[in-house]
């Protein structure tokens, strides 16, 4: 009897323990239909913790004790308080309405808070609207979606990089991305990729290898307002990735998802039909004979400035072989043939569930890629395994582990360079040459030497995917460790620990008789990249009720970030045994090694005071101590305050007109710091030797032993308003900020032993308006809904200063142009001549009156930021069908092309088309301050189109780039409960996507040149004005099937 007296007394003691802190957990579905609802808030109600539903309506919340209510809120649904109790799972059953609803959006360090208390902007992204019309890279998915976020696609593919910059550029020379953060852990978004102006290859980014059928919500914290906490890496903003976890259910759950497309070239070049190769309008041909009987002979000659097609047959010096040809013209749309219809499989399991204590969910998804540039294709597999547990009522753990296994087989080398990129030697073939005479054998002759129409550049495109080939492959592994220990009710400790490594190895062929100087014997190139990046958290946490009308909790935390990035490299050139490119059979190698390290150790405090659940007032602070800065300048501060009004509860004054009202202020600085080694001097180990000893090479720049962090200061004020039952919201953003401190690198003289010093001088500014408006214009009961939600910024980003005695700072320098850093004017304008004028505004032209020539000083030929941004998404719904499109909109900026300017030295572009009769018309400069009018007929093509390019008229090549796309369409179905009950799935929904579907307006010269406005070829600020034959964008077509059971 006294054994089970103490054992009741035991069980009743380990229950009440228990009781103290708990999970619940629960679905939460639609009532009218019993279909999951992602995205539900669910909220301790009287307090501002809570949590999302995920994509398949499972919450898991913990509660402090069973005298609590839940609080269940989803757009255009009825909220629900349901008192907790002593269960353990609370499902619901949500009706559609409009009411006000508490939303849970996930802040700095992984931190879900109500929006409402937030002082800064930041909006999200339901993982859902990411995985029907998808892209390889998911960062591509943002275009159009948020406000202030700027989204441009790289120029090698859809496995490629991608641009994301958030509230304009505020680096000259440092990074203008985002951090990337998932789960709490900032992972590295490297780009490996060797582009550069004239050619290299895009190996993609960071951001590519996470699986969208992962995802569960992105958070975009704009600017250091929203950032503050993650230090220097956050200066530019955040972007927040909450991947998939389980609810604590009870039984298993699976979730299969299925995605094919097809991808489609969806904009191709014109060109001209009229002419062929030669000069002066003439055929400027010899003679060769063939087989008796002598013809007129093509030569080597690549310019299209030749007489016009008349059919008489000719041979092509060159191409010997193929004996007679007439001399006419291909078909317009010849170079459509010469792409792939791509194609992209992607089929995602997921397996999740748990009990009340633990949960885990595991999922695997595979990822094929055909692109259409031939023998090109990309694959992922990514593995993933995430586990929770309450170890004790006061210890939670969270563990996760992600594999990512990809490769690409000879992704596209991007560039100027034709004698390399694939699009250029396509867009500059003379239009007389039939694309099949160039495809024989490869692009190889019957001997197996090269085969072209002509010597050099631009290089035959055949040979180019055949013998001029790449591999890439990347091991990567992202584990992540977490501990919660509650040490009393209002106290609890959080360390982890995160990391992202990654081995990624590059390999490069360029075969015998490729054209230049170094690859015309062979030659293969091998990279190896090994990554890591460790980052430790250990976060200590206070909160609770300071009184009937406070609440409040602290934080005081300290983060160690760690980077080693290594890189082996070497270089094969001149191949001994024919056909055989490894390292060994080189006659020359030429190896190199690189090892960079950096550290970041970091202390900081937030702390959160609330008043009656309506005025929020957020205080942080954060000291970085880089590895990076000069002596004595490791340890900068930076500060942030940020305070949320909602007036509506402050005054009770809701209504149906006026159903919530919020304003908010915030002011926050940001510090960012410089690349390793700028501070110190050293020495590059070279492979040749002297007398038996290495030579060593000085590193390019003084040593900059006084280099200090760069510094945003910005403020930011807001508001938050709904009307009508929420059927109408509008979120408005003013912000203004300034860089400071700008480290820039200024060239020296080669008598100093440096081409550079790096320093601290210079500021920018960035200043703009985001709108974020969402509407309910129709809505019949619970059939047929109509969701309107339009997104609308405006940034202005200028050069305040330079360093003193340096009047202008180059990003970027070629052709005929180049995109600059100017005190007074806009980030990114585009600096080079215009045409000379008259002072009445004549154009000049030479002295023999055939040609206009260039003004006598650089001007401001345009710049690169977008006057505004938008993007808008209607949605319609019936029952269970729905219809969604996305158009996103750039309006103004200009973009110098280099596609333009070649194609116009070359002849090829449809504007050319028309040669005869031109008239050259303006006035001759006299030298004396008088002009003499001029008219000259029948000019030839050469002088009238090629000297423009040949004359450096930068003026001549810069576009507008405004553009307007239908980004995406969706026409899905939803089954519902009764027709899936004699089948063994739960939910199931069947979508027709659409991607990249259309440009609804574009500049009528980027629809000449077959040019998307909207790609680059390398993932920088600047980069994004400057147009460099990319390839052509796609149309995808296909369907998305999700299943549950």
């Known amino acids: 009897m006294k054994k089970i007296l103490i054992f009741a007394i035991f069980t009743l003691c380990v229950s009440q323990v228990f009781s103290q802190e708990r999970s619940v957990s ?74 006000e609803l508490s939303e849970v959006v996930v802040t700095a360090f992984g931190i879900e808070r109500e929006k409402k208390a937030l002082g800064y902007s930041a909006q999200e992204i339901v993982g859902e609207s990411l995985t029907e019309a998808r892209e390889v890279n998911v960062a591509n998915s943002l275009k159009g979606k948020v406000a202030g976020v700027f989204v441009t696609s790289g120029s090698g593919g859809p496995a490629g990089s991608t641009f994301v910059q958030i509230r304009g550029s505020s680096s000259l020379s440092g990074n203008n991305q985002p951090l990337y953060v998932v789960d709490g852990i900032p992972i590295s978004n490297d780009n490996l990729n060797q582009t550069n102006i004239f050619a290299g290859r895009d190996f993609g980014d960071g951001i590519k290898d996470i699986n969208p059928d992962d995802i569960a919500t992105i958070s975009v914290l704009k600017g250091p307002n929203a950032a503050a906490l993650y230090g220097s890496r956050g200066a530019n903003g955040v972007i927040l990735i909450t991947t998939k976890k389980s609810s604590s259910k009870k039984r298993m759950g699976v979730t299969y998802n299925s995605n094919t497309t097809i991808e489609m070239v969806n904009v191709m070049p014109k060109f001209q039909n009229n002419y062929g190769v030669g000069y002066d309008d003439s055929f ?51 170079l459509r043939d010469f792409y792939n219809v791509g194609s992209t499989l992607t089929n995602t399991i997921a397996v999740d569930g748990g009990s009340e204590k633990i949960n885990y969910r595991v999922s695997a998804s595979t990822l ?118 509650k040490i009393t009710d209002w106290l609890n400790i959080m360390g982890r620990v995160g990391s992202d490594s990654y081995v990624e190895t590059q390999r490069q062929q360029y075969s015998a008789g ?47 970030y760690k980077r ?29 090694y690189t090892l960079i390290r950096k550290e970041i150790q970091s202390v900081f405090m937030t702390g959160q005071l609330a008043y009656k659940n309506y005025a929020f007032l957020d205080l942080t602070a954060r000291n970085d101590w880089s590895s990076t800065l000069g002596e004595g300048n490791y340890s900068f501060m930076y500060p942030s305050a940020s305070l949320s009004y909602v007036l509506s509860d402050a005054f009770n004054f809701n209504s149906n007109a006026i159903t919530f009202s919020k304003l908010r202020l915030s002011y926050a600085q940001a510090g960012n710091d410089a690349d390793p080694y700028q501070t110190k001097g050293g020495y590059t180990v070279q492979s040749n030797t002297f007398q038996g000893q290495r030579f060593a090479r000085i590193n390019g720049s003084v040593p900059a032993t006084d280099l200090k962090n760069e510094l945003t200061t910005s403020f930011e004020i807001g508001t938050d308003l709904r009307f009508f039952n929420n059927r109408l919201s509008l979120d408005f953003t003013y912000y203004n900020s300034k860089t400071s401190n700008q480290i820039m690198q200024i060239g020296l003289s080669e008598s100093t032993g440096f081409g550079g010093l790096y320093l601290n001088a210079g500021e920018v500014s960035n200043k703009g308006i985001e709108l974020f408006v969402s509407m309910t214009p129709i809505k019949v009961a619970d059939t047929f809904k109509w969701v309107a939600d339009v997104n609308f910024s405006k940034n202005t980003s200028n050069i305040e200063s330079l360093v003193e005695g340096i009047d202008r700072y180059n990003f970027i320098s070629t052709g005929n142009a180049s995109i600059i850093a100017q005190p007074g004017l806009p980030y990114g304008s585009i600096l080079g001549y215009e045409y000379k004028r008259s002072p009445t505004g004549e154009l000049v032209v030479n002295a023999d009156g055939k040609s206009y020539v260039r003004a006598d000083e650089l001007s401001i030929l345009g710049n690169i930021q977008p006057d505004w941004l938008g993007g808008f998404t209607n949605t319609f719904t019936y029952k269970g069908l729905s219809l969604s499109a996305l158009i996103d909109v750039r309006m103004g900026g200009e973009v110098y092309s280099w596609s333009r300017y070649d194609q116009n030295a070359k002849g090829t572009g449809v504007w050319t088309n028309v040669r005869e009769n031109l008239t050259v018309e303006g006035v001759i400069d006299n030298g004396d301050g008088t002009y003499t009018p001029s008219v000259q007929n029948n000019v030839l093509g050469q002088d009238y189109f090629a000297a423009r390019s040949w004359g450096n008229i930068g ?26 009950e004699s089948t063994p799935f739960d939910t199931a929904r069947l979508s027709l996507v659409a991607r990249n579907v259309m440009y609804l307006y574009r500049d009528s010269k980027f629809v000449e040149m077959g040019i998307a406005p909207d790609t680059a070829f390398s993932p920088t600020a600047a980069a994004q004005g400057y147009e460099s034959f990319s390839m052509p964008t796609t149309r995808s077509l296909g369907f998305n099937l999700s299943v549950t059971f």
């Open 514 to 560: 490729t054209p230049g100087g170094s690859y015309v014997n062979g030659r293969v190139d091998f990279d190896t990249y090994r990554v890591n990046e460790l980052n430790t958290d250990v976060l200590l946490t206070a909160s609770g009720k300071l009184s009937n009308d406070f609440t409040g909790s602290m934080s005081l935390g300290a983060t160690q």
């Open 284 to 334: 400027g041909f010899g003679t060769a004979e063939y087989e008796g009987v002598e013809y007129p002979a093509q030569g080597g000659g690549v310019d299209s400035w030749g007489g016009k097609f008349d059919g008489r047959l000719i041979l092509i010096n060159n191409l010997i072989d193929l004996g007679p040809v007439p001399y006419s013209a291909q078909p317009k749309d010849n």
């Open 564 to 592: 080693r990035y290594e890189r082996s490299a070497t270089i094969g050139q001149n191949m001994n045994i024919p056909e055989l490119y490894t390292i060994e059979n080189a006659d020359l190698v030429i190896p190199s």
């Open 955 to 980: 003026e001549e090549f810069v576009l507008d780039a405004t553009n307007a796309s239908l980004r995406e369409v969706t026409l899905g179905y939803t089954f519902n409960k009764k027709t899936l």
């Open 368 to 485: 094929h890629n055909k692109g259409i540039v031939p023998n090109s294709k990309f694959a992922r597999q990514t593995f993933t395994a995430t586990f929770g547990a309450d170890v004790s009522d006061r210890l939670h753990v969270e563990t996760k582990a992600n594999y990512v296994k990809s490769g690409a087989d000879n992704r596209p080398i991007v560039g100027v360079s034709s004698g390399r990129n694939v699009a250029a030697a396509l867009n500059l073939v003379p239009r007389n040459i039939d694309l099949a005479w160039l495809a024989m054998n490869g692009g190889r002759n019957e001997d197996g030497s090269y085969r072209n129409y002509k010597g050099g550049s631009p290089t035959n495109p055949f040979w180019l995917i055949n013998e001029v080939t790449s591999e890439d492959n990347r091991d990567r592994f992202v584990g992540l460790l977490s501990a919660t220990y």
């Open 26 to 99: 629960g679905t939460v579905t639609d009532a009218s239909d019993g279909t999951p609802l992602p995205g539900v808030n669910v909220i301790i109600k009287g307090s501002s913790t809570g949590v999302s539903a995920d994509f398949d309506g499972n919450y898991t919340i913990k509660v402090p004790n069973n005298n609590v209510s839940l609080e269940f809120s989803y757009i255009g649904y009825e909220s629900q308080s349901v008192a907790v109790g002593s269960r353990s799972v609370i499902n619901i059953a949500m009706n559609t309405s409009s009411t």
